[in-house]
């Protein structure tokens, strides 16, 4: 599912948006700010019973963004869109998630709200296409 498709969907949360408000939650660390931003809370029991699948998708895109921009080789084979298999897009999440990780062990919360703020302001052209 492309980001423009996902900003179409009615229930899955708003990308930029999303990344906007993680910003707020950067001291959380990477993952949790991005499910605070996304799901509204960081408690499984909590977003569990209100999540939708394209929230996931939402928390892998998101994933996939932020990760392409510390590591060029998360988007190298392009943006996620309906051609992936759910194989290959969790791959790529997998991929992004460790970019991130990494990242964020050896930078300030400061910095990661920058990247949140910058990934939001990736995002945002996309989901208009």
Known sequence: M???ELAELPTAPTL???LREAVEYADQGPHQALRRALFGTTTFEDFAAVVTPEHAIAEGVALIVVGGMVDPQVT???WPDASW???YFAQRVGRAHD???G???SHTA???AHLFEAA???AQPMEAL
């Open 2 to 4: 492309s980001v423009t």
């Open 16 to 18: 930029s948006r999303a």
């Open 76 to 78: 190298d084979q392009g």
């Open 85 to 87: 298999s759910a194989g």
């Open 99 to 101: 970019a991130l990780s």
């Open 103 to 105: 990242w964020a062990a």
């Open 110 to 112: 400061e910095q990661l």
């Open 120 to 122: 939001a302001d990736r």
